[in-house]
């Protein structure tokens, strides 16, 4: 079961790295850097943007990797304390 979230957090890393691009691109180094340090930012920004840039399959993908991150997470914590017991 980590092995599926690390590959969940590998696709959501190479969806970062693609708005990231896309962000260098569109608003400069300097947003650009400010996307690598805060990646908040670039999910909003790539949300807002999504549309006008033709990412939105990006930030799909993006968004559901984030989710079942957080349930896969969720359910391994749950079985590691239900083990521990």
Known sequence: ?????????LGSL?????VVIKLFKDKGALHGIL??????YTFI??????GRLGIKNIM???TACIVVQ????TV??????????
């Open 35 to 40: 996307g690598i340090i805060c990646g908040i």
């Open 60 to 62: 799909l993908a993006w």
């Open 70 to 73: 957080i349930i896969l997470g």
């Open 45 to 50: 920004w790539g949300w807002i943007n999504a």
């Open 14 to 18: 190479v969806c970062f790295i693609m």
């Open 1 to 9: 079961m980590q092995a599926l979230s690390s590959l969940i957090g």
């Open 76 to 85: 391994i914590a749950m079985s590691a304390s239900h083990a521990a017991q």
